[in-house]
């Protein structure tokens, strides 16, 4: 099982949960327009850092995980859970709330 640490809070996913670090919203448009942080989307793409053993299935064994640390995601925009540790935003949401994961 993944640990994210933050210097002395450590943070664990359960089950088929990840916990994804959130890239910055865009801060200037494709026209050179400079949003102010009110106008800016929440941001929907992010970076695995943690992730749970998998789900605990009816026969007692865990189910894989397709996702794994370091995988650049996207999730839906008002899935998870928002948390802070020690200054820095993580989501913590379901592997199956992330709709895809972008190709390396």
């Known amino acids: 099982m993944a640990t994210v640490t ?3 809070l450590k943070l664990s996913p359960l089950d088929d949960r990840v916990v994804v670090q959130p890239t910055e919203a865009e801060e200037v448009t494709a026209g050179g327009i400079v949003l ?3 106008a800016r989307e929440k941001p929907q793409r992010g970076k695995v850092v943690a992730r ?3 789900k605990l299935l009816d026969t007692g064994k865990r189910g894989e ?6 995988d650049e995601v996207v ?4 899935s998870g859970t928002e948390v802070e540790v020690s200054g ?3 989501v913590i949401l379901r ?3 992330i709709l895809g994961v972008f190709q390396k």
Request: no cysteine; glycine share 16%; aromatic share 12%.
């Open 6 to 8: 933050a210097k002395r």
């Open 36 to 38: 102010p942080d009110s």
């Open 52 to 54: 749970g053993p998998g």
């Open 65 to 70: 995980m397709d996702v794994k640390e370091g």
């Open 75 to 78: 999730y839906g925009k008002y």
């Open 88 to 90: 820095e935003t993580y």
């Open 95 to 97: 592997e199956s709330d």
